[in-house]
């Protein structure tokens, strides 16, 4: 079974820094690509980030670019979103996803 477990979330005001983190499970984790989404309220879900099975190759957002840096540790089966320069619309609960499979969320709030 396909585990997926969101941390590192919480509220930070405007210009600041967060790291999320997604620990997998039930799955041979350094063999498939992952993927971060949000939801802000009352919006659907928005593709952030992507990175490939190896680490070697990310994508991301127009609205997150130059700000979030996706990256994964395949030997403690983790993937990481290190976000800067956070911003009021940047506040979301955010996932981790192995295609349509996704974890439970961390909500991210940015505010003053």
């Known amino acids: 079974e396909v585990q997926l477990v969101e941390s590192g979330g919480g509220l930070v005001q405007p210009g600041g820094s967060l790291r999320l983190s997604c620990a997998a499970s039930?799955?041979?984790?350094?063999?498939?690509?992952m993927t971060w989404v949000r939801q802000a309220p009352g919006k659907g879900l928005e593709w952030v980030s992507s990175?490939?099975?190896?680490?070697?190759?990310?994508n991301y957002a127009a609205s997150v670019k130059g700000r979030f840096a996706v990256s994964r540790d395949n030997a403690k089966n983790t993937l990481h979103l290190q976000m800067n320069s956070l911003k009021p619309e940047d506040t979301a609960v955010y996932y981790c996803?192995?295609?349509?499979?996704r974890g439970q969320g961390t909500q991210v709030t940015v505010s003053s």
């Open positions: 996803a192995k295609g349509i499979e």
């Open positions: 990175i490939n099975a190896g680490g070697s190759v990310t």
């Open positions: 039930g799955f041979a984790f350094g063999s498939y690509a």
